[in-house]
């Protein structure tokens, strides 16, 4: 718990002192916020919303991604080493937004024809419906949200496993296994320890490829939910 | 110690689909903060400064558009000077050789004159010399003539009146024996 609120403290802090002070010709450390920052805005938000969309959902999807990653990353930084969204509670309460977020984009856009639209989709024959439409139902109003969530907690518990795992075994190879009982067996920490160390490397990799994944699904129903024709 | 280690591994952990009420809390409480900031600095400040440099690239792109205009401009100008330069300055050579022609052709006329008075004026002298030679070569062969006669034939032809008869018929004479030699 106390990781997330270290980590949104760190994350605010961020965000005010980069965006303080934004010139036309940026400087290094700006440009490198840029990068971060226009990356959510472009290669996410507007390319998947549009430039008038994207504007209006920027301000949580832009939150959503930044959270998520200092979370996810969270998970390999020493004495934290544990991802904030590891825990379901996170994960849920973005799923939750994302879910009300292209819920409400819809029924914005299309008022109480947002449910007909996503539930009977245009062009199929209507004795389909019968299949049709709890499908629907059930991968747009029940799949979405808990895909959402489970995609991320897991890829972050599995993370978590795998580097406890490797590092605890680490651990006891080389300290009980080679030097208490000196058993040459515990020359195998060492490969516990390579591991250990090339899955820190992947879970970075995991950390930024998830809250990307999150971001962009998130951005993605929206996007289904604005579109005439699902 | 491994028995250790499977002893944590064995205790039951908390499912960990199941959120506690804290954590939900908390991560509501987090996110809001987060959107929050996001939604009032962020996205403002970055949009404002993203206009902001397009405004200044375009208006960079603008000017140097603007610039490349104004310097094709007066490439196009200088063009037209030159062009105008080139036809005035054949102008005025031509108008230089039609006007030295003219000066040589009425130098040549001037000469001309000047050669045709010149010769007027020798032929005049020369006529006017050749009658003051003819009338004292007239006056001076009528003496002699008449010098010579009268030694030939004894006899004094002094009588001025009759001298100057015989002299004129004898000129005359010579004279019309000229035309009739000029004649033939």
Not at chain 1, 87 to 105: C, D, E, K, Q
Request: proline content about 3%; aromatic content about 10%; some cysteine.
């Amino acid at each position: 718990m106390l990781i997330r609120i270290v980590i949104t403290v760190l994350l605010i802090v961020w965000l005010l002192i980069a965006t303080r002070r934004m010139r036309i010709v940026p400087s290094r450390g700006q440009v490198a916020n840029e990068f971060i920052l226009g990356f959510i805005r472009n290669n996410i938000v507007i390319e998947t919303l549009g430039e008038k969309d994207g504007k209006r959902f920027m301000a949580p999807l832009m939150a959503m991604f930044l959270l998520i990653l200092g979370l996810n990353l969270t998970g390999t930084v020493p004495f934290f080493n544990i991802a904030g969204t590891s825990v379901i509670g996170t994960a849920l309460v973005l799923a939750i937004v994302s879910y009300v977020m292209f819920i409400y984009a819809g029924i914005k856009k299309f008022g109480i024809k947002y449910f007909k639209n996503a539930l009977f989709p245009a062009g199929v024959p209507w004795p389909l419906y019968v299949i049709v439409t709890p499908i629907e139902f059930i991968s747009t109003f029940v799949l979405r949200p808990v895909t959402l969530v489970l995609r991320l907690l897991m890829n972050m518990v599995a993370g978590h496993l795998l580097l406890v795992l490797c590092f605890s075994a680490t651990h006891f190879f080389l300290l009980t296994v080679l030097f208490t009982d000196g058993n040459l067996l515990g020359l195998l920490g060492i490969g516990t320890f390579a591991f250990g160390a090339a899955f820190t490397v992947f879970e970075i990799l995991v950390a930024v490829l998830q809250a990307y994944v999150f971001t962009f699904l998130a951005a993605v129903y929206i996007q289904l939910s604005l579109a005439e024709e699902h | 110690m491994l028995r250790a280690f499977f002893d944590v591994r064995a205790e039951e952990p908390p499912n960990p689909l199941i959120p506690a009420d804290y954590d939900i809390i908390y991560s509501s409480i987090i996110f809001v903060a987060l959107l929050i900031v996001v939604a009032i600095f962020v996205v403002p400040r970055m949009n404002r400064a993203l206009d902001a440099r397009a405004e200044a690239i375009e208006g960079g792109l603008k000017k140097a558009e603007e610039a490349q205009a104004a310097a094709s401009a007066a490439r196009d100008e200088y063009t037209a000077q030159l062009a105008e330069a080139r036809a005035e300055a054949a102008r005025i050579r031509e108008q230089a050789r039609t006007d030295g022609q003219a000066i040589l052709a009425e130098l040549k006329e001037q000469a001309q004159a000047e050669a045709a008075r010149i010769v007027a004026n020798a032929q005049t002298q020369i006529e006017a010399e050749r009658s003051a030679a003819l009338v004292s070569l007239r006056s001076e062969v009528g003496s002699l003539a008449l010098d010579l006669a009268s030694g030939v034939i004894g006899e004094s032809l002094s009588d001025d009146k009759k001298a100057a008869a015989v002299v004129d018929r004898f000129l005359a004479d010579l004279e019309a024996d000229e035309k009739a030699k000029a004649g033939k």
